[in-house]
Each structure stands twice: as structure tokens, then as C-alpha cells.
């Protein structure tokens, strides 16, 4: 058995158990030595990918004088880990051990930087890749573009790029994200738009970023026209990214068409995939479709879980979401804190006050989840819904953190239903000292005030309004109609078919008009 056969072996290893028997064949023929650096990177790559980084690790330490492979492979261990403050401490030792960066590792410790948004030391491997003339390297470029984005010097990154004497799709693809990184949509779409060549990752990278920016019809739109084109097909995360716009905005057709399209090209295989088809049919109204994915999943992971009940809960079936909770518990996949507010949530839509205090008093004690802010805050809506308006303002005034503008407007919500205008009024005042700017709290106080016949204090409203020149943000509706959703706003002149809507409403209004006379 040779070098040649265990890195055959390698490529083939699916277990850790027999990954050790190839290790111990290749110790025990001698092949680790300082001759055969390049199998035990081998060796240390496919221990990381079967999530052994200790045994890596401990390969790494047996190799005598690593040579620049070595060291990268190591960069990349803990880049894979997540740990990228471990990642440049060990580029540090490469360069201290005398050894001249290449541009494999200076990628690996700029991928450090931006991960841990450390501007500085990327400065410093910016310096190293003059010092080392290794700017020629494409990849050097777009990854001295991320690390500047990830840490907010967008402007920097703009300089990169337009001094690289080679630029690929990644080139653009890198600045691109950059730019949506920083929630500059629209010039990310710039970026787009002037690409020579695009592929699916660019094309991913602008629908998701005009998903993320909560832009999603132009998310959906953009999607329509990459398949219209036809060069590139949509990858897993693009098929994400669309189903998460088609929830967002109730696109029932296209998402049910996007489904087709997962189901031709065996794409339903995927988990992720699964898990936004159900998320998309809960959101728009179809619970049994979502349920039917639910059950027919032959691989469910924690967000498969947790997007169930989150569905259930939308659609107010607690009961039934907390059956779900329990058939997860007893499958052995842990919840985590998003699990536990979508339970939260359920028992708020449903009423179920005493299961809904139980799983919050047990989310420490047999879940290992502290509290955060939005579980707080469902447990006020909980409380607040069931009219215990005493204990939800108890339980906010007694968090171990400061309310948000949230959990106060969840408050203010439950006291308008239950008629107590008293405490409505102090929750409206403090939603107003958090964000003064929110226009929807003004006008509740002022219907607040006109109902209790305080003309005074609603003027003072108004008048504050003015003063902060804070305006009404207009209303907004979502139609989708052959698969293309339109977008609707209030006070909208500029919409290409506004003036067919408005004849076919004169026309309702004369019908009507002829009804009652």
C-alpha cells in the first residue's frame, strides 16, 4: 500500500471509524513523514469535513517543520470551525515562523478578518499582499473586497476592485455582496446591472439581497427574469430566497410554481428547500399543503420542526402546534430559542395562558435557553390577550432588560381591546420616547384621546406630530394576479395600471349608486 492508494482511500471515506484505520496505515508505513506533508493535509481536511477538528488538529502538530500547505490547511480548519479568531492567530505563527505567505493563506486570513469585522489587521494583510506582490491573484482581490464590507469600508472595497488588473464574475459578484452587505441595495443593483457576465451566485446574491432588504417583489421580479433568461439555473439558495419573498408577500401561485420547479429538478430532497415550501403555504393560508410537506419529509432538522409549529400558531392551533413540540422533544431534536417563541406564539394566538407560562418558567431549567427580549415579549402579548393587563405590564416592569418598543406596542394593543385607556395612554407614551418617529402610535392615542373626550390632549397629539414632522407612511396591499404580484400603496400615481383600477372602481360606484336608489 502506497501514497497513492490511501489518498484513493481518502476521497472514498465517509466515517470517522475508518478515516483512524487509514491514519494509523499511513503512520504505520511511515508515509507522515516531512516527505509526506501533502497526505496529511489530506488526512487533516477530510477529519474536519467528517467535524473532527481535534483529530486534526493533532494531526497538524505531528507533521515536522509544516511546510505553507500545511499551515493554509490548518487556516482553513478553523475557518471551517468557526473560529476565525484561532484562524489568524495561526497565519500569525506562519508568518512569524519565517515561511512567505501565498495567496491561498493571505485569502484564508483576510476570510479571518472579515468574519470577526477586524478592519485593522486587515489593513495589515492588505499591506502583506503589496510587500509579497500577490495582488496579481484574482482571488486575493475578491476576497480583500469581503473582508472590507464585512467590516463596513464599502468605500475601500470600491477602491480594490477598481484597481485589480483582472477581474472575474466572483470579482463582481464580491463587490456586489458588499454592497448588500451594507444595505446599499441600490447600488448593488448597480453592480448588477453593469456585470459582463453573470451566474447563478450573482444572480442568488441580488434576489437574496433585495429579500433580506425587505424589498421582496423586486426580489421576485429579478427571479422571473433570471428564468426568462435561461442560462443560469437557480441554486438551493435561490429557491430559499424566492419562497421566503412568496411568504412575505402571500405569492400563493408562483410559490406553488416554484414548487413544480423544486419537484422536476429533485430538489425536494433538501431540507432547506423543504422547510421554505412550508413556511410559504402557512403564510399564505394553504396549512394543510405545509403539513402535507411536513409529514411526507423523510429528513426533518430543528427548523423543519420549528417552522411547523410556527405555522400552526399562525393559523391558531395551539393545541395542535404543542402536540407538534412534543413529538419533537420526544425525536430527539433539541428546540432552540426560536422553537420555544414559536411555541410562545401559539399559545398566545390559542389562549393558553398556563401552557404557555409553564414552557416559559422551563425554557432555563430543562431547555437551557435564557429568555431573550422576543420572548419576553410573547409572553406579554400571551398575558395581554387573555386580558391580564396587571401582569403583562408586571412582568415587563420586572425584565431583566429594557422593554422595547415592541413588547409596549403589544401592550398598548391588548389595553385598546380591553378598553383600559389608562395604561393604553402609557404604553403610547413610551412607544413615542423609544421611537418618535413611529407614526401609527400618534394616531392611536389621538383615537385614544377623541373616545374618552379629551379634545385637549388629542390636539397636543397632533401638534407633536406636526412639530417632529413625522408623517403617515402610506398603506400598502399586495395582488398577485397570473403569477406577477403587483404592489398597491396609498396615494399611488405612478402604478402602470392605476388607471384601469380607478375605472373599474367608478364603475362599481355607479352600480352601486344605482342599487340603493
Not at 472579515?114 to 494583510?125: A, F, I, L
Not at 488588473?165 to 448588500?180: A, H, M, R
Not at 428546540?335 to 432555563?364: D, Y
Request: neutral net charge; contains cysteine.
Amino acid at each position: 500500500m502506497n501514497t497513492q492508494t490511501l489518498y484513493f482511500l481518502l476521497q472514498k471515506c465517509g466515517s470517522l471509524e475508518k478515516l483512524k484505520r487509514i491514519h494509523g496505515k499511513a503512520v504505520t508505513l511511515g508515509l507522515l513523514c516531512s516527505k509526506g506533508q501533502h497526505l496529511a493535509c489530506k488526512l487533516l481536511d477530510t477529519y474536519t469535513k467528517l467535524g473532527s477538528p481535534v483529530d486534526a488538529q493533532k494531526v497538524f502538530n505531528h507533521i515536522q517543520n509544516p511546510d505553507i500547505v500545511s499551515w493554509t490547511c490548518l487556516i482553513s480548519l478553523y475557518l471551517h470551525t468557526s473560529q476565525p479568531y484561532k484562524a489568524f492567530s495561526i497565519f500569525s505563527h506562519l508568518f512569524h515562523s519565517g515561511l512567505r505567505p501565498d495567496s491561498f493563506c493571505v485569502v484564508g486570513a483576510l476570510s479571518a478578518c472579515g468574519h470577526t469585522k477586524d478592519m485593522s489587521n486587515g489593513k495589515t494583510v492588505h499591506g502583506m499582499v503589496f510587500r509579497f506582490e500577490l495582488g496579481s491573484d484574482p482571488i486575493v482581490g475578491n476576497a480583500l473586497i469581503d473582508m472590507y464590507s464585512r467590516s463596513g469600508g464599502i468605500q475601500v472595497a470600491c477602491s480594490v476592485f477598481k484597481t485589480m488588473e483582472t477581474k472575474d464574475v466572483s470579482s463582481w459578484t464580491s463587490l456586489l455582496n458588499g454592497f448588500i452587505k451594507c444595505n446599499y441595495i441600490e447600488s448593488a443593483r448597480h453592480v448588477f446591472d453593469e456585470m459582463p457576465i453573470r451566474n447563478s451566485v450573482s444572480w442568488t446574491a441580488m434576489i437574496t439581497g433585495y429579500v433580506q432588504g425587505d424589498v421582496p417583489i423586486a426580489g421576485l421580479e429579478l427571479f422571473q427574469e433570471m428564468r426568462a433568461e435561461g442560462k443560469d439555473w437557480p441554486t438551493v439558495i435561490t429557491i430559499v430566497s424566492v419562497l421566503s419573498a412568496c411568504a412575505d408577500v402571500g405569492a400563493f401561485d408562483l410559490g406553488s410554481s416554484v414548487h413544480g420547479y423544486v419537484n422536476k429538478t429533485n430538489l425536494d430532497l433538501d431540507v432547506a428547500v423543504n422547510n421554505a415550501l412550508m413556511d410559504m403555504y402557512a403564510k399564505s393560508g394553504a396549512l394543510v399543503l405545509a403539513q402535507k410537506i411536513f409529514h411526507e419529509m423523510l429528513k426533518r432538522d430543528v427548523f423543519s420542526w420549528t417552522t411547523m409549529i410556527s405555522g400552526l400558531a399562525l393559523h391558531g392551533r395551539g393545541r395542535h402546534a404543542l402536540e407538534v413540540f412534543s413529538d419533537m422533544s420526544n425525536s430527539g431534536v433539541t428546540p432552540n430559542e426560536v422553537t420555544i417563541l414559536s411555541v410562545l406564539s401559539a399559545c398566545s394566538h390559542a389562549g393558553l395562558v398556563v401552557e404557555g407560562q409553564s414552557l416559559f418558567q422551563k425554557m432555563v431549567q430543562c431547555h437551557g435557553i435564557k429568555p431573550k427580549i422576543q420572548h419576553y415579549g410573547c409572553m406579554v402579548d400571551l398575558l395581554g390577550r387573555a386580558g391580564l393587563l396587571r401582569e403583562a405590564k408586571g412582568l415587563i416592569e420586572h425584565m431583566p432588560i429594557r422593554a422595547d418598543s415592541v413588547i409596549w406596542r403589544s401592550l398598548l394593543s391588548a389595553c385598546l381591546v380591553h378598553r383600559n385607556l389608562a395604561m393604553a395612554e402609557m404604553a403610547g407614551k413610551m412607544i413615542i420616547e423609544l421611537e418618535p418617529d413611529d407614526d401609527g402610535v400618534y394616531i392611536l392615542l389621538w383615537n385614544i384621546y377623541c373616545s374618552a373626550n379629551r379634545w385637549e390632549d388629542a390636539l397636543k397629539t397632533r401638534k407633536a406630530m406636526r412639530d417632529r414632522r413625522v408623517k403617515k407612511k402610506p398603506g400598502c396591499s399586495w395582488v398577485e394576479l397570473n403569477s406577477v404580484v403587483h404592489e398597491f400603496l396609498a396615494v399611488d400615481s405612478v402604478h402602470c395600471i392605476r388607471a384601469d383600477v380607478h375605472c373599474v372602481l367608478e364603475a362599481i360606484t355607479e352600480q352601486m349608486k344605482d342599487l340603493y336608489k
